[in-house]
């Protein structure tokens, strides 16, 4: 059974930091990862795809890796806004798809 | 497309009533998975269909939850007798059926039990 952890659980930084969000999984018997982004109250949002075949994705100031090997993705953030606080979920996908507990960002003005 | 479309939004029910959610899947879409979200738990994977066929229930937690799809665009998750413990936010989502598609999640059903 696929098992998902994030690190760090929580994080609270100044506007403008460039961050870094570590997920590591159990099985690397996968297709591809995605990243989620969820606010309060509201649905997940996916953010990247990255795909078992890939190294790298990237979307605007956010950059996906993935190590299937060694079972671990990172996600980062540049110039960190405060509208990036949410809580990011990263899900990789075997038969499933199994999310970890996510990681809570606080940007501060 | 208007993306996964789960109703209601907000349910409040008292103890021991059923209660039934509705998902509608992208179009298009051949997975469709259930999952709940708590503060203690996370997002747990209740169930897991492919072409309207449920291929894993193993997160159901018991015999008083059930869920159907009758065809590719409808499914239902149905709880009887509910309980408290069974509140929670609800989610629906659906992706191709190539599992190296991208997964998309509907907006949840916040149930309460009183």
């Known amino acids: 059974k696929q098992e998902v952890t994030q690190i760090p659980a929580a994080l609270s930084v100044p506007e403008g930091e460039n961050l870094v969000l570590n997920c590591s999984f159990t099985?690397?018997?996968?297709?591809?990862l995605q990243w989620f982004r969820q606010d309060p109250g509201k649905g997940l949002t996916s953010l990247l795809l990255i795909q078992s075949s890939q190294r790298e994705q990237t979307s605007g100031r956010l950059n996906a890796s993935l190590d299937k090997s060694s079972g671990r993705s990172t996600l980062y953030i540049a110039a960190s806004q405060p509208g990036d606080s949410a809580t990011y979920l990263c899900?990789?996908?075997?038969?499933?798809?199994?999310f970890g507990g996510g990681t809570r960002l606080m940007v501060k003005p | 497309d208007a993306g996964v479309i789960q109703s209601p939004r907000h349910e409040v029910t008292e103890m021991g009533q059923e209660v039934t959610l509705r998902c509608k899947p992208i179009s298009g879409h051949n997975s469709l998975f259930w999952y709940r979200q708590t503060m203690m738990r996370g997002l747990e994977l209740l169930i897991y269909?492919?072409?309207?066929?449920?291929?894993?229930d193993s997160g159901m937690p018991e015999d008083r939850f059930s869920a159907k799809m009758p065809n590719a665009s409808f499914s239902t998750l149905k709880i009887q007798p509910s309980e408290p413990r069974d509140s929670a936010v609800y989610f629906c989502?659906?992706?191709?059926?190539?599992?190296?598609?991208?997964?998309?999640f509907g907006q949840g059903t916040r149930l309460t039990v009183v």
């Open positions: 269909f492919n072409n309207n066929v449920p291929i894993d």
């Open positions: 099985d690397s018997a996968i297709y591809n």
């Open positions: 899900a990789p996908r075997g038969n499933m798809l199994t």
């Open positions: 989502a659906s992706s191709a059926q190539e599992a190296y598609t991208e997964a998309f």
